[in-house]
């Protein structure tokens, strides 16, 4: 039974199970972690992300001339799979 399934995977393209994680949907997914971690997360909005090494880094942002930092989420481009949520300082 097992081998016949081996089989049948075998020919079914390896994009079909790619997700590739858009930005949209990484800031989507950093904001649901940032409820619950950081509960005054919307003062930080709007929130973007950036590509570095195969992952969406999600920043939030600061007014103008303000030290400090915001919450971050570094999300996997791959999969969106949430690997890291801090803050920054």
């Not at 097992?2 to 904001?31: D, G, R, Y």
């Not at 930080?44 to 915001?70: D, H, I, M, Q, R």
Request: with cysteine.
């Amino acid at each position: 039974m097992n081998k016949i399934l081996l089989i049948v995977l075998a020919f079914i393209p390896t994009a079909a199970f790619s997700i590739n994680c858009s930005q949209e949907k990484a800031v989507i997914l950093a904001k649901e972690q940032f409820e619950t971690k950081y509960p005054n997360y919307k003062q930080y909005e709007p929130y973007a992300a950036k590509s570095t090494n195969n992952k969406w880094v999600v920043y939030g942002t600061l007014p103008e001339f303000t030290l400090g930092g915001t919450p971050q989420a570094d999300i996997l481009q791959k999969t969106c799979k949430v690997l890291k949520v801090y803050a920054t300082r």
